[in-house]
């Protein structure tokens, strides 16, 4: 392996180093008597290039250190991108659904309640079939950025497909949910989405039902997710 770049580390302050990370005291510079063996080389077996070939080593150590904290730290990024949603900064369904299971299994653990939020926009084909894909697109980064604003840091925002989001609310039964949902409801539908010289007004539908301690992601999902169309069929018939 190649060593690049000079060290200004001398030898002696490598072997202690080196010591000192095998768990060996070493005081003023110096190991024990007992314990002067390194790398299994007594003192006298330390000529000058032995030092030089454990310097060398030593260096690629440290490279080999270097390079696997990068790894670590390019794959931690990999796996960020791999639960965000292409479009949005929310989580995806995967990982939605997957902290989803790890709340409910706490709520069953702990007895702390939840509340699952589900949003779908209305009217979103309208949209997109008037002012293309393109102007969809800002319309559901809008949705988005509004939710993540106006939830707490400890909640949980993601999109699930199209125009279907949900919130996970911890901390929150029905009752607080329910208005926590109008809430968000109401900071989506404030303002409407500027595309270009148009103006589009967002609205949406939101089913709220606490999570039951324990349950299935995908029943918990499809329970909140039913209590939205019920909701969204009784406001069709209103019109």
């Known amino acids: 392996m190649k060593v690049t770049g000079a060290r200004a580390e001398t030898f002696s302050a ?18 024990p008597a007992d314990k002067t063996a390194f790398l299994g080389l007594t003192e006298a ?13 030593l ?49 069953a ?13 209305d009217g979103f084909k309208a949209v997109n079939d008037r002012f293309g894909h393109a102007a969809g697109d800002q319309a559901l980064k809008a949705v988005a950025d509004r939710l993540l604003a106006n939830v ?3 909640d949980i925002v993601g999109r699930l497909g199209g ?8 901390q929150a039964d029905q009752a607080t949910a329910e208005a926590k949902g109008e809430a968000l409801k109401r900071a989506i539908e404030t303002h409407p989405v500027e595309l270009g010289d ?12 606490e999570i039951e301690p ?11 997710d039913a209590t939205m169309y019920v909701r969204k069929r009784i406001k069709k018939e209103d019109t």
Do not use: C
Not at 63 to 80: C, I, N, P, T
């Open 14 to 31: 490598m072997r202690k180093r080196a010591l000192t990370q095998a768990g060996v005291q070493v005081t003023g510079g110096v190991a």
């Open 45 to 57: 077996d330390l000529t000058p290039a032995v030092q030089g070939a454990l310097k060398t080593l």
């Open 59 to 107: 260096s690629e150590i440290d490279d080999l250190r270097g390079e696997v904290g990068r790894l670590k730290a390019r794959l931690s990024e990999v796996e960020g991108l791999a639960d965000q949603d292409s479009l949005t900064p929310l989580l995806n369904r995967r990982a939605f659904m997957r902290e989803l299971g790890r709340i409910s299994a706490f709520s």
């Open 109 to 121: 653990r702990y007895g702390s309640p939840a509340s699952l939020a589900y949003f779908d926009l």
């Open 152 to 154: 707490r840091e400890s």
């Open 163 to 170: 125009d279907e989001f949900a919130v996970i609310l911890v």
């Open 198 to 209: 148009w103006s589009a007004p967002l609205h949406v539908t939101v089913g709220v039902r």
């Open 214 to 224: 324990g349950a299935d992601p995908e029943t918990a999902l499809a329970e909140a």
